[in-house]
């Protein structure tokens, strides 16, 4: 396809990838009080074979062509890539400060179960053929317990936000917990690709060098990063040459991960959390976020779609499989996130509004997946169960949280206390707002 051809194919695409989010975004936060990830989510596996290529396959292929498929994978890796640096820059380290006993138990346990179902399910799936060729056992079974153990950070941060929760208990036992279980699953997925290459020497350099990179940003940036908000505080806002260093450092930190064999969304969260917190962080978010969630996540969510093929779960042993995963996945951190609040004290309906909330995996999940087939650890019918999986728990999320939990709040009057949040107070705010 000669470049002219692929810039008309680029363009509409542009145009059709965001009309789908956000129609189905509004459709879903308007009619069923879903948050917008779950539109757009949704809107991604219709534009792709599963929908629109199995009604109007004709349509599909001249609004996605094959040629144009490396241009739409790069904008996603740029999307997600920024989204987690957005992420990094709400993240709260003061969190893992309050209900630190509760907090480190519940995130343990919901990591531990699901690895345990992890095990107890890679020797079936390996047979069935659903991984990638020359993918060990090990490796099949840490990418499984990352995948089901993940937490959808920004969904938690959003359901408290909306409900008045930050500042409660509950809103600083469920954001602790998530962080301290995403950076786990972040941890294991970064040993699973460290593992691939050209043999161990491949792995050291990724995880010595991953490690090396993440102890600089997370012991030594911000103190580098320093002399960049003094700029922007002189200022008074975040100039357009204060937004290009920026830029310009989540490029290279992006970069780094990368070569170092991990992967650039590792980057962009590292460099976010780095990030001296203040105008610089608050002015950013406001700057980088509307675009990365109007246009560049979207865009993510489309490139899943397309890799999104439900018909290949066209038996009833391909949907028993799927719906295994679905509920091993679903009880195991529920049940264990629940048991883990209740032992270290918490009341039953904290201990059960936790474990919804912990259970919900959306965009966190998509990104894990996605890597896992660019990498060839898992096949597209395993992506398929794996994307269904990502879209109903974080459909469960909302309507299973307010029916543990609502009422109770709205007694006590903790929903009342609503987060009037500065820069210190913000709970993952810029990608709370638009995707959670």
């Not at 959003?158 to 409900?163: D, L, P």
């Not at 700057?287 to 899943?304: G, I, K, Y």
């Not at 949907?319 to 209740?342: D, E, F, N, P």
């Not at 966190?364 to 169960?385: D, H, R, Y």
């Amino acid at each position: 396809m000669a470049l002219s051809e692929l810039s008309v194919a680029f363009f509409l695409q542009v145009f059709v990838i965001v009309a789908a989010c956000r129609a189905m975004g509004w459709i879903m936060k308007r009619f069923f009080d879903q948050p917008q990830v779950i539109g757009e989510m949704i809107a991604g596996v219709i534009l792709g074979p599963s929908l629109l290529g199995l009604l109007a396959p004709d349509v599909q292929a001249m609004i996605f062509p094959k040629d144009a498929k490396p241009v739409l994978y790069v904008c996603a890796q740029l999307g997600v890539g920024l989204y987690m640096f957005l992420v990094g820059l709400g993240f709260r380290t003061d969190h893992f400060r309050l209900n630190a006993r509760s907090a480190v138990a519940v995130s343990v346990s919901g990591m531990a179960a699901p690895f345990l179902v992890a095990v107890a399910l890679t020797p079936w799936l390996l047979n069935l053929d659903l991984f990638g060729k020359g993918i060990t056992s090990v490796q099949a079974t840490l990418f499984m317990g990352a995948c089901i153990s993940i937490t959808a950070f920004p969904v938690l941060a959003r359901i408290i936000q909306e409900r008045g929760l930050t500042k409660t208990p509950l809103g600083s036992l469920a954001l602790s917990a998530g962080a301290i279980d995403d950076a786990g699953a972040w941890t294991v997925l970064a040993i699973v690709l460290a593992s691939f290459g050209g043999g161990p020497e491949v792995a050291i350099k990724a995880i010595v060098g991953g490690g090396l990179f993440a102890a600089f940003m997370i012991v030594l940036g911000p103190k580098l990063l320093a002399p960049l908000a003094r700029w922007a505080e002189r200022e008074g806002k975040v100039t357009p040459q204060i937004l290009a260093v920026a830029v310009m450092l989540f490029g290279l930190s992006a970069w780094a991960m990368d070569a170092a064999g991990l992967h650039s969304v590792f980057g962009g969260f590292l460099l976010g959390v780095a990030m001296p917190r203040g105008l610089l962080t608050r002015e950013i978010r406001k700057q980088v976020e509307p675009f990365t969630t109007a246009l560049l996540v979207p865009m993510f969510f489309a490139f899943s779609g397309l890799n999104t093929q439900l018909t290949m779960v066209n038996s009833l042993n391909l949907a028993a499989i799927a719906t295994v995963i679905l509920v091993g996945s679903v009880a195991a951190k529920g049940l264990a996130c629940w048991a883990a609040a209740r032992v270290t004290g918490q009341d039953n309906a904290t201990a059960m509004a936790v474990g919804t909330l912990m259970n919900a995996r959306g965009l966190m999940e998509l990104i894990i997946i996605n890597i896992g087939l660019q990498k060839g650890i898992i096949g597209p019918a395993l992506f398929s169960m794996l994307v269904v999986m990502a879209i109903v728990t974080t459909l469960m999320a909302s309507p299973l949280f307010e029916l543990v939990y609502g009422r109770k709040a709205r007694a006590s009057g903790e929903l009342g206390q609503l987060n009037e949040a500065d820069d210190n107070e913000d709970i993952v705010a810029a990608p709370a707002k638009g995707l959670a």
